[in-house]
């Protein structure tokens, strides 16, 4: 049976907390587990990463999804926005310090003949949260294996530029709409500010270089809002990489927000039989 831990909190005394959901069968013991890294402006819950974290259960394989804890969501309220001032005070940072904590978490609960095998983590990220499992595979030896969605090959580029950084400079806040809810995301200057004082960290073709471990790369030739371009330099770049990509795909691989169909859309139905694939081989 597929047990669904789900909205389970992380507190912690000096940050905020981190709620997350951890997927598994329950007959199966040892399983390998994939922690998630959702992009910008995401959250665990958004569209079909549900769908896809029980496809996984059902192979015999844990999926532990979690939130930033600058995501914006709330304990309370984990889907969308409500806490725009966190959304706000997000950085790359913050997010290294986030995965890192849960990283610790399932070390620090697993028990012995749990569901868990701690040989076999391998993390994943979707877009933005690519470039974090991918500096996090980096430094990071409990990870064994890493995956990229539509993943980004640097953050530096998206940065304002010119009059726009300047404003920002001047103003400390600019502000970036969401389609969907409609809401002005602000963003502090201390993103940037946190970027150039970690820049070298922050670096995902030096983090790329350095990793050693299997690294698989699925792109959608359709994405518009990161240009395949970046998973073809990210192949380039880690030389234990494997680049799949999936034709026909957008930069969701057809899933939307909200996702209120029973089963995954056909890309991403295509991405889960090549992450598969990859795990079992």
């Known amino acids: 049976m597929i047990v669904q831990q789900l909205n389970k909190v992380i507190y912690?005394?000096?940050?905020?907390?981190?709620?997350?959901?951890?997927?598994?069968?329950d007959t199966v013991k040892s399983a390998p587990l994939i922690v998630f890294c959702h992009g910008y402006k995401g959250y665990k819950d958004w569209g079909a990463w549900g769908l896809l974290a029980k496809a996984f259960a059902s192979q015999g394989i844990a999926f532990l999804k979690f939130n930033f804890s600058h995501n914006g969501g709330i304990v309370q309220q984990p889907l969308d926005f409500p806490d725009l001032e966190a959304f706000?005070?997000?950085n790359y940072s913050k997010e290294l310090h986030d995965l890192s904590c849960v990283l610790d978490w399932?070390?620090?609960?697993?028990?012995?003949?749990?569901?868990?095998?701690?040989?076999?983590?391998f993390l994943m990220g979707h877009s933005r949260g690519g470039g974090i499992v991918?500096?996090?595979?980096?430094?990071?030896?409990?990870?064994?294996?890493?995956?990229?969605?539509?993943?980004?090959?640097d953050y530096k580029s998206r940065f304002p530029k010119g009059d726009a950084l300047r404003r920002w400079k001047k103003d400390g806040v600019y502000y970036v709409e969401n389609k969907r809810t409609k809401q002005q995301m602000p963003h502090h200057i201390q993103f940037y500010n946190d970027f150039l004082a970690h820049e070298a960290r922050l670096d995902i073709e030096r983090a790329a270089k350095k990793c050693t471990i299997p690294h698989l790369i699925l792109h959608g030739d359709d994405d518009q809002a990161v240009s395949i371009e970046e998973a073809k330099k990210l192949h380039v770049w880690s030389s234990s990489s494997i680049y799949k990509c999936i034709e026909g795909g957008n930069h969701v691989f057809?899933?939307?927000?909200?996702?209120?169909d029973s089963e995954m859309?056909?890309?991403?139905?295509?991405?889960?039989?090549e992450i598969l694939d990859f795990i079992n081989n």
């Open 12 to 25: 912690r005394p000096q940050d905020r907390p981190i709620v997350f959901d951890l997927i598994f069968e």
């Open 88 to 90: 706000a005070q997000n």
């Open 106 to 121: 399932v070390i620090e609960n697993h028990e012995e003949g749990n569901a868990i095998d701690l040989k076999s983590i």
């Open 134 to 153: 991918t500096i996090q595979a980096s430094e990071d030896l409990r990870v064994k294996k890493v995956i990229t969605l539509a993943g980004v090959s």
């Open 254 to 260: 057809g899933a939307k927000q909200p996702w209120e």
């Open 265 to 273: 859309p056909p890309n991403l139905i295509k991405v889960w039989a």
